[in-house]
């Protein structure tokens, strides 16, 4: 198993560009979701999905948009980037229950000039 | 909505002593409290978690306690190794999302 793999790895963005964050679970899990990290702040989060079809705002959302179409695959697109939205971006998966391990990928940094 | 704080925010200790990190949280309805380790350059990985009706579990030289009353749970790493170096976060949940602490950076010297 593979996990929960994050692409790129690396980013560099201009002011203005838009681009996709990949994320993608080979666990059949139901519940996924997206973090933001920067120093000094832990973990906060972005957009967040219970299931295909289905998502939500997290604490942070604005500037991103995100889609579930398939239980693998959950992009977190930059919609117009912003020097702000510099951060190292997580992804996460977890069973459908409440309340269970969330598993995560190896994260994206991301750094917008 | 539930707000996490953790102390300290950073820990240095000397190999083979013990390492508390103490988190508090203010919703009274969250029930499940993990605790994840993040390496550099890695993603957060859950080392071990308690939901609120146990108050302590152990996982070798690892151990959580929570007091619900208190709202506050506990990391608790004994004989400590170069290797626990890292940075801790812990999490409070009552449903799908995680709410994390600031986190702490362990240091652990030889």
């Known amino acids: 198993n593979a996990g929960v793999t994050q692409t790129p790895k690396f980013q560099v963005l201009k002011t203005g560009q838009s681009m996709t964050l990949q994320c993608a679970q080979d666990?059949?899990?139901?519940?996924m979701s997206w973090y933001r990290q920067d120093p000094g702040m832990g973990l906060r989060l972005i957009h967040y999905?219970?299931?295909?079809?289905?998502?939500d705002q997290g604490e942070v959302p604005n500037g991103y948009n995100v889609s579930r179409s398939t239980t693998e695959d959950f992009p977190l697109r930059l919609l117009s980037a912003a020097p702000s939205q510099t951060s190292v971006y997580f992804c996460?998966?977890?069973?459908?229950?409440?309340?269970?391990?969330?598993?995560f990928g190896q994260g994206t940094r991301l750094t917008v000039v | 909505g539930e707000n996490v704080e953790q102390h300290p925010s950073t820990l240095s200790v000397q190999e083979g002593d013990s390492a508390v990190i103490k988190c508090t949280y203010s919703d009274s309805a969250s029930n499940y409290f993990p605790w994840y380790k993040q390496e550099l350059g890695k993603g957060p990985q859950l080392i071990i978690d308690i939901r609120s009706n146990v108050g302590e579990k152990k996982d070798q030289r690892i151990a959580v306690t929570l007091n619900k009353t208190a709202k506050h749970f506990s990391l608790h790493i004994t004989e400590t190794q170069p290797e626990d170096s890292a940075v801790y976060f812990c999490?409070?949940?009552?449903?799908?999302?995680?709410?994390f602490g600031k986190g702490t950076s362990l240091l652990v010297t030889p």
């Open positions: 999905s219970v299931g295909a079809g289905i998502t």
């Open positions: 996460a998966s977890s069973y459908g229950s409440r309340a269970a391990e969330a598993f």
């Open positions: 666990m059949n899990h139901e519940y």
């Open positions: 999490a409070a949940t009552s449903g799908y999302a995680l709410n």
